[in-house]
């Protein structure tokens, strides 16, 4: 569960904000109804996600005050807004640009276990925000490629982590981005818009290099992803390469603004395939061939390519049912046809 489910982080941050330093019996005063069990466990929380400090005097007795961090500070103007929404019980607006902020520190935590990185790792962080993600893998990675194309949010994050070695900010269109030419994972709450996009530049075009990684998205997307029949050749290309996996759903309130639709972490690890990625065009050039009418069998479909007894030979080499649906075919089924076309079939004959 986020750390900001409920009305007390949110209050406890404004006040902070009001003040440079501020006692626990100062915050006690302002919010009258909160026990001190909730507002002790409420400071934990803040504090361990990186959003408040704690500083002890060496007195007698010991004085302890509390203050925002420079990742607290940054989330101000986001907080002030949502407790004057939460107190008049008014929903919290999306962003136009379709990015919700990750504030919840379990699903960080889960999305950077899941990606297995290493010490040794180059990591994108796509659309990276104010930084809530990137502060974490900083910890981690050799390298953190912090991607953001909001002019404001890039001249935070390069404030933020002007002290980080292995953090370099890109202020970008993600689209636009010179992708590395060599192995590099991706731990992101990409913006949920350019999706499609975002799927095509890592698990097509960069397909020699990317690794794989944990992304955070919107729910409906992801589902697509693990349809029983697969009417995207794009889809098709990810599974074959990719080994995806839904980790679980995502509830709005683990975001600042919380978006109006549900979300999911996705973890993607790449295959160990015998693949020249030089055929990558061609490959998918041959699945778009058999998927343009999905409602063809395995077998009409397959004898636009193949000749009527390879395709009996086919059928009993992969175990393919002849009369299932083209849709039907699993990742492993469509990779063996292609890899089959390419010694049986004369070139002039295959798709383009």
């Known amino acids: 569960m986020s750390r900001f489910s409920g009305k007390w982080p949110v209050i406890i941050l404004c006040i902070l904000s009001e003040n440079e330093c501020t006692r626990f019996n100062q915050i006690q005063k302002a919010i009258p109804d909160i026990s001190p069990k909730v507002l002790s466990d409420t400071l934990k929380n803040l504090e361990t996600d990186g959003i408040i400090k704690r500083i002890v005097y060496g007195e007698v007795p010991p004085r302890v005050e509390y203050s925002l961090t420079k990742l607290g500070l940054s989330l101000m103007p986001y907080i002030n807004n949502c407790k004057k929404l939460l107190m008049t019980k008014k929903k919290l607006p999306v962003r136009f640009t379709g990015q919700h902020f990750t504030i919840d520190k379990v699903l960080i935590k889960d999305a950077i276990r899941q990606a297995n990185i290493s010490n040794q790792d180059t990591v994108l962080d796509i659309g990276a925000g104010k930084g809530f993600l990137t502060v974490h893998l900083l910890k981690i990675a050799n390298n953190v490629v912090a991607i953001e194309n909001d ?60 690794l794989g990684g944990s992304i955070v998205l919107q729910l409906e997307p992801t589902q697509k992803l693990f349809s029983r029949k697969l009417y995207n050749p794009y889809t098709v290309f990810y599974h074959t390469f990719f080994d995806l996996k839904l980790v679980y759903e995502v509830g709005p309130e683990s975001f600042l603004p919380p978006p109006t639709v549900k979300s999911a972490l996705l973890n993607i690890k790449r295959k160990h395939l015998f693949f020249d990625f030089k055929f990558k065009a061609k490959y998918l050039a041959f699945i778009s061939c058999l ?62």
Not at 180 to 192: A, T
Not at 342 to 350: A, G, I, R, S
Request: charged share 20%.
């Open 151 to 210: 002019t404001a949010l890039v001249e935070h994050l390069r404030k933020l982590f002007s002290d980080a070695r292995n953090v370099q900010v890109v202020g970008c269109d993600f689209r636009n981005f010179a992708v590395p030419k060599f192995p590099f994972k991706v731990v992101s709450n990409i913006p949920y818009g350019i999706t499609s996009d975002i799927f095509k530049i890592l698990m097509f075009e960069s397909l020699g290099n990317f």
């Open 291 to 352: 998927l343009e009418k999905p409602d063809l069998s395995v077998k009409t479909a397959l004898k636009s390519i193949f000749r009527k007894s390879q395709v009996r030979s086919i059928s009993e080499k992969f175990g393919l049912n002849l009369n299932a649906q083209i849709v039907c075919l699993s990742p492993s089924q469509w990779l063996n046809c292609f890899l089959e076309m390419l010694e049986v079939v004369p070139e002039k004959f295959h798709p383009s």
